[in-house]
DNA sequence: CATGAATGAGCCTTCATTCAT
DNA sequence: AATGAATGAAGGCTCATTCAT
């Protein structure tokens, strides 16, 4: 990669970043390219240099942080540790990063009104890819008599509802750092499947 | 209260109830009154008869939500029942709430940017009374000795994420109806809090 | 006339009173038929009882302007006195009338834009009318050697201009009653023509 | 100032112009934002990147009116001449100004209703202040004997109307241009005072 | 006669998007 | 690469008007 397309690369992620969180917080139609734009200091036109379009962004902020969700928990499930304590982990870094870059993981809601068909196809390819972590983790705790749980879908999801939850309620204000409370919550989140 | 009067509350309900669904679905900003109108075979100008603004109707939308929710949680509460057992049915009245009506309960992300200072006083309260229905039952499950729970806002919040997150990813096409779905998901999440 | 035809007619002109006051006040577009109904406590939907739409109740109520100013300056014509006093009377009498209803004569700018042809042409022949009565009177008194004016229709205009304009800054707060600020503008009015 | 910037000034002077004019033709409700854009060959999205919005637009215009008559009054008070022509001179300028701009210039009946409390405000003041012109040449006038007025401010009033008025009259077709329309009316205007 | 309710056209405003420079 | 300027589509809201009751 040459010195002048890393510099673009650069600039796309830190756009990406910057809109990753005006989208968090307030949703797609609430987030303007102006918004955005002005965020980094530039004008809404230079950022059709680096996306297509809104859509585009958008989309390729999900994509970000899907990657960045999946290459977490491919991660974790590698590591030589209980199934317990790598379910714990991989919560607890679900919500430290929901947090800390105050991104609601699929918050934004009914992407079927946003995205083209081809964009949908692989962001549910990708959630899907996603939650079969858990799953996977979930039947492994099964099997190893570890969780006691009958529904998987249904415990993955109810799971992933509490993580998500957390950038609608969780403030800085409070006296604990994102690190600290994430712990915190993961450990009350795995009581769902333990034993 | 007249025929009349009977009639137009029953269409600001239809309304309201309308809204409801169509704002759970696709957010403030990506449901128009056009949208809200059409649902109901009605004219966009119709609404602004009932209706003061936008703002009106989903604040208003908002207060039918909350009160009704607060009403559930008051009456359960008063039951002769276990804490256990009266957390557990108000959960479940909640999540078969969400889902029949398609109403996420506080979806509105971040309503300060949405709401007027007057109206969002009021919405505030109303939630914090809503939750301190919860931390009330939190607390006297840990009295009791039935609840093992030492951060009662983090739980009481964790539980919300889960129930609330369930209209992102229930689908009537199951095999289940809501009531039963209502029924396991509540069994999961009470795991959270239980001794 | 018939009693019921009496009412009608007794409410119609109530009508066109408060039509008056509030199309002075705010104009034409600014004025709603909301505004002219509540403002004598009826309901929309009932004016148009009385009159087919807007366009026409304006229309009306600019006739009866139109009317009444023409009769007040017939009737000042035939009095037996000197044209310099019948002129200052007529000017008096438009001021006080004027103020009195808050109706500027011709206040209704650019009537083209609002009334159908014919309606234009009537109006317009009713302000011609109007405004030959002071041509007469302007002419009488130059004839007559009392006045000096060597430009009639641009006079008469000029005459028009000041004595519409009070409505603009006429303020009853001040000490002085209609009729008397009435009778000191018409004083000051009258040195335009006056030799 | 840069080239870009003076264009873009250039810019909105001429959109002011063409909402002053098309404003005192219909007034500020029956103006349309699409009325004052089609005047120049634009389209409406455009005029609000250099405007807020309408209410911005049309104060500004305001302001651009009456800063410019101050000036022109302040200019005329300067000159060395004897009091009666500095007036007439003034009103002789008003008149041909209004005339050629077609903007009248405090048509914008009941600003209470138009503008922000602030707004309102600096209008007042800046009304005030054009009006203030007139009276110290008023006093000025009468101090000197050379004018008859017993009450100032309803003279000054009675002038103003006189001058505003003829946008709503003053006719291209005739065989006089604005200029010489201008010095006749004044003419006769100036009769109002003169002892 | 009066009114509650509904409608649709029109206006203000926002915003994604384009393009010349 | 960046930006100032312009555009057009869409959305919120108002209001004259209609009509069944």
Do not use: C
């Amino acid at each position: 990669m040459s010195l002048r397309e890393r510099k673009t690369a650069k600039r796309k992620d830190e756009i990406l970043k910057s809109a990753l969180s005006l989208l968090a917080e307030k949703g797609y139609h609430g987030t303007t390219m102006e918004d955005i734009a002005s965020h980094l200091f530039m004008t809404k036109g230079s950022i059709y240099y680096y996306f297509k379009d809104k859509q585009d962004l958008v989309y390729q902020s999900q994509l970000k942080i899907m990657h960045r969700s999946i290459n977490n928990i491919n991660e974790v499930k590698k590591l030589d540790l209980p199934v317990t304590e790598r379910l714990e982990k991989i919560i607890a870094i679900h919500i430290e990063y929901a947090v800390r870059e105050r991104a609601g993981f699929e918050l934004m809601v009914n992407p079927n009104e946003i995205f083209s068909a081809e964009q949908l196809k692989e962001i549910l390819y990708l959630r899907d890819k996603y939650a079969s972590g858990y799953d996977d983790l979930l039947q492994e705790g099964v099997d190893s008599g570890d969780f006691s749980v009958d529904h998987i879908k249904i415990v993955r999801n109810t799971l992933l509802g509490a993580m998500n939850w957390v950038t609608q309620w969780f403030s800085f204000e409070g006296e604990m750092n994102e690190k600290q409370f994430a712990t915190i919550v993961a450990k009350y989140i795995m009581r769902i499947v333990l034993k």
